[in-house]
């Protein structure tokens, strides 16, 4: 609709960003998110970790509307992804997996492609290319083909295009899995550019990185939240890991 924004006033600044009460997702007899309380407040980081096959990815697949609940409720910016579908989206941008760009689109072809699906055009989609590629210095390599690019520019490109229509909640899954050690440290310092005057949720195995990133993380195992709070808080004491480790007793991740 014309003139709605990501920020009317039903879902209002004093929104969190995210609040899942009691929500849930099965698939048969697997629940992959089971009961999930959540908050995850605007304006900052949030980091959200988890062993493989936690929930991570049905959380965040839950968030952008992609799948129903089974049970429970999710608000993104204080609306429902799937009855209020467009509202969420234009709110929301998703830093894809760099395996997912465009890899035989020029840089430049591949943004007006993103900002064209995002429903911008003219000047305005001029505009928000400009400042994106600015923004991520992506200016020399405009004209470069996606696919002839070092991962961590690609992965510069899709926070990009994340970022074209501007949204408050930004979410980016698995940042710098691939990277080596100098891509990694610009690409945080490309994410912690962002921080402020919106909203990241990042999905990521990297403590490390939820450290360097985030203010607060949240750990997620067998889709239950073991742990949420300050990252020093969750992620300070003496033996991490155990918040990653499968309950005692708990069923083994059936094989492909
Ligand atoms: P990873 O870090 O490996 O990506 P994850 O934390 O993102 O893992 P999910 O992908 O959300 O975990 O998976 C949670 C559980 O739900 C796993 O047991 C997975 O096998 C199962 N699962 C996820 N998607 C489906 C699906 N479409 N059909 C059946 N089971 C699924």
Known sequence: MAGESATTPSSSAA?????????????????????????????????????NGAGKTTFLRLVTGLLLPSRGTVRVNGRCPVREARAVQRGLGFAMETGRLYPELRVAGFLRFAGSARGLSGKALADAIERVVDAFSLGSVTQRLVG???KG?????????????????????????????????????????LVGRRTLLICTHDLEEARALCARVAVLRAGQLVAEGATDAVLGGADTLSLFRPAPGAAPEPRA
């Open 15 to 51: 929104c969190p960003a995210v609040e899942a009460v009691g929500l849930t997702r099965r698939f048969g007899a697997r629940v992959a998110v089971d009961g999930l309380d959540l908050t995850i407040p605007r304006n900052a980081a949030f980091g959200l970790l988890g062993a």
């Open 153 to 193: 520019t690609q992965q510069r490109i899709a926070l990009a295009q994340a970022l074209l229509h501007d949204p408050p909640l930004v979410i980016v899954d698995e940042p710098t899995g691939s990277l080596d050690p100098l891509q990694r440290r610009e690409v945080w310092s490309a994410l912690a550019g």
């Open 148 to 150: 002839h690019l070092s």
